[in-house]
């Protein structure tokens, strides 16, 4: 998952958090911390990749998971709390 930053301000830290919809678990992580409660995930940086420049700069982070039946994508996410493109 790539996480950018198109806003006018760097970040010095980040969060993305979306829900999924159909009972998915995230089983291992990398470039992230990660927590998840129920439906709920949240993924923050780690100390060498929390600083994203504004108008584009960019980092990613990748994990595998496990699911029963449907295995939809989420059609939301936050950044530090606000709304961003899923893609």
């Not at 830290?13 to 129920?38: D, E, R």
């Not at 990749?49 to 960019?58: H, P, Y």
């Not at 982070?61 to 899923?86: H, K, M």
């Amino acid at each position: 998952m790539t996480v950018k930053n198109t806003g006018s301000t760097a970040l010095t830290g980040w969060t993305v958090k979306w829900a999924y919809a159909n009972g998915q678990q995230i089983t291992s992580l990398w470039n992230g911390a990660w927590t998840q409660t129920g439906a709920n995930v949240a993924v923050s940086n780690l100390g060498y990749n929390g600083s994203l420049a504004a108008g584009g700069g960019s980092t990613s982070f990748g994990f595998n998971g496990s699911w029963t039946g449907s295995n939809t994508s989420p059609t939301a996410a936050t950044l530090n709390g606000t709304a961003c493109t899923v893609k």
